[in-house]
């Protein structure tokens, strides 16, 4: 009883304590402000479809995607027909909407995430998609190419993970540089 | 291979080993009573809680008595969540007002936490209020552990008394490996995850404005995104460090808020394989030669590093379904290409290889990518890792028990071969320890193809297929080697949230977990009775290379020979129809 109170009381409230105290933005889901609103978690992806944002990883969460209330993954098979028609969908969706484009499409930006909720995409997804965005705002690619390398996040220590763009901020920073 | 991957994979390793005689050697002076430091600042707390328990920590128990205590607390534990999660609508700390969770799905999660499986048929922050999270989830996730932990430790006594009827005390054990071991840890680990940017709060979920609208499956315009937040970092960091792998939200450490950063994955996943690598140490400390700790971590790890790296081969190598689709999927600099359907992008290959191969390998069963999605191969890895019975590292404590157990048939079959009496760690290995044995290694086997067979015998197991052809027989296969190994990591579509699956796997991690903890318990008093036999020209050293080749043999031979013709219908026939 004791034990319970202590690893089920003493030990959260003593951790939210200090992790409030020392830790206050990222306890609280490193939310985004803008103009005082939260707008977004810098670590929750959002559904675009719009020509003038960068689009996320396909989302396989229920009812709307980036449900951030219901994370969820596809659970489908590579042996699934469900998962090629899907992905043969999306492949579709990125050549019309850049038609242009014939340069093969970074595998990341045809496949759900596995929480449904990535805010990232590699560097080759974000490269690939600079043409269309750059057309639809009028801007050069260049500046926004320049505004990828901003949001780029490296590999920990050179080493850890991958190098990944955050797709949020960088869509917030485009709202930004258009206005 | 990618060369950041080799790495990735060689530093983790390399971190996991050196950490491993530092806190081995710590452990073992808690479970010894010698002084380490920490019992003087917090000395009064243990009192405090025998005190509170009418305990005296000092009155040794038979095996009998220990096996009780133990039982009756994890019976006592397991009607604690059930009854939270049964009247959650009607406690504080509900800020969503969840409702009650049916009496199935109860059932299961109950058993789930108190076995250490953690098998999730709930779903996080759709099904549990922040009161059930906390007071039923996390502290079973200490408590199942510390459970594990005090079993083992039992079972080392065993070998380490002459002539005794006693292994301990049960609530001695029990209390030091929470507060001493278990607690310092993660407190420390949850703050460092919170500095990543995983969540610890009370406050309700958050809503934020869309920055694009968007259109729900209705066609229905969105404009919102509710964020699910909650107490997490305290839960997350003791799931992995007691091999619990139970999530704070659905997608469990593939969430961003569960594991926000490459470098909480580094830690998490440290955490997954730590406690269980260095009991090995723990345990030659206390039986007196840690050579012999050494041989048996150096025996799972020879096991451990080859499938993580055949997993990572097989998860780079890509889907070839979507081959010839104009597709990229070459690994690069600018990509981590590869089959990235249900991973990540700040994780890419090699961190979730890593981390599928680990969590099965230890029974912890937490994931970081979707292992559903895997490659056929890839997906056989953890499938065989949790088939070959939780010893690859396994769960805190269970993991070396079980381990322990091959060991001492390791040294029975090499006996039978030169014609010896068997001896393990100076103890003579005789009739009933094979018979304990014989159980120990056969009903996790029973447990899992015995329910594969009813489920996929029927309507009432099939109905919740989602993948079609062999990788639904897969989905099965995996959903009752997880059960039965009490490992908890899940082919997650599968749709496990039915009547017949909560019964059926509460029932089979019941079975997997104290069916196996009594036959060690009961060898551990037979053992600790024996006389310690002097070690001879004909005694089989445990601590050479030689033994270790041994042990891997017993091993592999028992999970190649019971589970080859189940893998060769799932994800083997997969492989073929999607190569071929």
């Not at chain 1, 990341?108 to 990535?118: E, I, K, M, Y």
């Not at chain 1, 690939?128 to 801007?139: F, I, N, P, S, T």
């Not at chain 2, 799905?105 to 250490?116: G, P, R």
């Amino acid at each position: 009883m004791v034990l319970s109170l202590l690893t089920g009381v003493v030990y959260p409230l003593l951790v939210t304590g200090v992790a409030q105290l020392l830790f206050p933005s990222q306890a609280n889901g490193t939310l985004v402000y803008e103009n005082g609103k939260p707008v977004a978690s810098a670590l929750i992806g959002q559904p675009f479809d719009a020509p003038r944002y960068f689009w996320g990883r396909p989302s396989a969460t229920s009812r709307v995607p980036y449900n951030a209330a219901a994370s969820s993954g596809s659970n489908l098979a590579p042996t699934n027909p469900t998962l090629l028609k899907f992905v043969r969908v999306r492949i579709e969706t990125l050549r019309v909407a850049d038609p242009g484009n014939k340069a093969p499409i970074p595998v990341d930006l045809v496949t759900a995430s596995g929480s449904g909720l990535d805010p990232h995409i590699s560097p080759a997804a974000a490269e690939y998609q600079v043409g269309r965005v750059a057309k639809a705002r009028g801007m050069g690619e260049n500046a926004v190419r320049q505004l990828i390398v901003e949001r780029t996040e490296r590999r920990t220590l050179g080493l850890l993970g991958e190098d990944r763009v955050n797709v949020v901020q960088l869509n917030l920073d485009l709202d930004r540089a258009s206005r | 291979m990618n060369a950041l991957a080799i790495v990735q994979i060689v530093l983790y390793l390399a971190v996991l080993v050196a950490l491993v005689k530092p806190l081995g050697w710590y452990m073992a002076r808690v479970y010894e009573g010698k002084p380490f430091g920490l019992d003087w600042a917090l000395g009064w707390l243990e009192r405090l809680i025998y005190r509170a328990g009418g305990i005296d920590p000092a009155r040794e128990m038979s095996w009998k008595t220990y096996t009780l205590a133990m039982l009756a607390f994890n019976l006592l534990g397991l009607l604690a969540v059930y009854g939270l999660q049964r009247v959650q609508h009607l406690l504080p700390l509900n800020p969503q007002g969840l409702l009650a969770v049916p009496p199935d799905l109860a059932f299961n999660t109950a058993v789930s936490f108190a076995s250490n499986t953690n098998w999730q048929s709930y779903g996080g922050e759709t099904t549990l209020s922040y009161l059930t999270q906390m007071l039923g989830l996390t502290v079973q996730n200490f408590l199942s552990a510390a459970t594990g932990m005090a079993v083992l430790v039992a079972l080392v006594r065993g070998f380490v008394r002459r002539s005794s009827q006693t292994v301990g005390n049960f609530w001695y054990d029990l209390t030091r490996s929470t507060i001493y071991i278990l607690l310092p840890l993660s407190l420390v680990g949850a703050l460092l995850l919170v500095s990543q940017g995983v969540v610890q709060t009370f406050r309700e979920y958050q809503t934020v404005t869309l920055i694009e609208p968007t259109h729900d499956a209705g066609g229905a315009v969105v404009t919102d995104q509710t964020i699910a937040l909650g107490p997490a970092a305290s839960q997350v960091i003791i799931k992995q460090l007691g091999t619990n792998g139970g999530g704070f939200f659905n997608v469990n450490s593939s969430h961003p808020l569960e594991n926000p950063t490459p470098l909480s994955n580094f830690l998490e996943l440290l955490a997954i394989l730590l406690i269980p690598a260095a009991l090995c140490y723990t345990f030659g400390k206390m039986v007196g030669d840690t050579r012999q700790g050494w041989a048996v971590l150096a025996a799972m790890l020879v096991v451990f590093l080859p499938l993580a790296a055949f997993c990572y081969w097989s998860e780079q190598a890509g889907n070839p379904a979507l081959a010839d689709l104009g597709i990229d999927q070459e690994a690069g600099d600018r990509q981590p290409g590869g089959n990235m359907e249900g991973k990540e992008v700040r994780f890419g290959i090699a961190q979730s290889a890593l981390w599928a191969s680990a969590t099965t390998a230890a029974a912890n069963g937490s994931v970081n990518s979707m292992h559903d999605s895997y490659t056929p191969l890839g997906g056989l890895v953890p499938m065989w890792l949790m088939q070959l019975g939780e010893v690859i590292f396994g769960g805190v404590g269970s993991g070396l028990y079980g381990m322990l157990v091959f060991a001492v048939i390791a040294v029975f079959v090499a006996g039978l071969m030169v014609g010896r009496t068997p001896e393990y760690l100076g103890k003579k290995i005789e009739a009933f320890e094979m018979k304990m044995a014989a159980l120990v290694i056969l009903i996790p086997p029973l447990v899992v193809l015995g329910g594969t067979a009813v489920a996929v015998a029927g309507d009432w197991g099939t109905a919740s297929i989602t993948n079609p052809g062999p990788h639904g027989f897969s989905q099965v296969l995996y959903a009752f080697s997880s059960a039965g190994n009490n490992n908890g990591s899940a082919f997650g579509g599968l749709g496990a949230n039915t009547v017949f699956y909560n019964i059926s796997l509460g029932l089979a991690m019941l079975a997997a977990r104290y069916w196996l903890a009594i036959p060690v318990l009961a060898m551990a008093g037979s053992l600790a009775r024996k006389k310690a036999t002097p070690a001879s020209a004909g005694t089989l050293p445990t601590h050479t290379p030689l033994f270790v080749v041994v042990l891997v043999g017993v091993v592999i031979l028992v999970g190649a020979l019971t589970f080859v013709p189940a893998l060769a219908l799932g994800p083997i026939v997969e492989h073929l129809l999607l190569a071929g």
